[in-house]
């Protein structure tokens, strides 16, 4: 399949080829063209475009619509990546051929929704399950990201230090030969510049 000609200077659009099937939109499980169009300010429409035409064949205008990532759906053949758009009843499935065009692809419904439920990918939900409860799959990852951050750094000392208890020179001897002067900070001032470091 080509992109039809009038998409191909589309700068502002997003468009790929997905697999689609709604019950009021795209009733035939089939491989389509979509661009992800901006009608107002404030509106977006999924466009499904056939071959070397410029008008849409079918739309679906995004407003009140919830995007988040699904399971395969038994029966349907064709895609390996799937997500859905629901609302109020109405479900389109999506699939795309890989997992990367369906993460550009929730994210872009999801910006274009305004939705208020960020969607996760699945992988990472797996990953944050495994670490342990629900305050862990919020905490873990940022968390794991500031730790590896600071160690590597050399701040390991400093984050886990008291505060209070930190003194100015052991601080100066790590800004040594850097930009940061701690002079005649005091302990706490030191903590907040080794924080803001982070």
């Known amino acids: ?13 997003f468009d ?6 709604g019950k009021n939109v795209w009733k035939r499980w089939k491989k389509r063209f979509f661009v992800l169009v901006q009608v107002s ?17 079918e739309l679906l205008q995004l407003d ?7 399971d395969p759906q038994p029966g349907l053949d064709g895609g390996r990546a799937f997500f859905n758009a629901v609302k109020e009843g109405d479900t389109v499935i999506f699939a795309s051929d890989d997992e990367q065009d369906r993460i550009l692809w929730v994210q872009a419904m999801y910006r274009a929704t305004g939705q208020s439920h960020k969607p996760v990918p699945p992988t990472q939900v797996q990953k944050l399950n495994s670490k342990g409860g629900a305050s862990a799959q919020m905490d873990a990852p940022i968390s794991q990201f500031y730790a590896d951050r600071a160690q590597k750094h050399g701040m390991d000392e400093f984050i886990s ?8 020179p052991r601080f100066s001897r790590w800004c040594s030969g850097s930009r940061w002067t701690t002079g005649s900070m005091t302990p706490s001032a030191a903590w907040w510049v080794t924080l803001c470091l982070l």
């Open 16 to 21: 790929r080829y997905l697999w689609a099937f």
């Open 41 to 57: 300010q404030y509106t977006f429409a999924m466009c499904s475009y056939r071959e070397k035409k410029s008008e849409p064949q």
């Open 64 to 70: 009140g619509y919830t995007v988040d990532y699904s």
């Open 1 to 13: 399949m080509q992109t039809p000609f009038c998409l191909l200077v589309c700068a502002q659009c």
């Open 161 to 168: 230090a008291n505060p209070v208890a930190l003194t100015t």
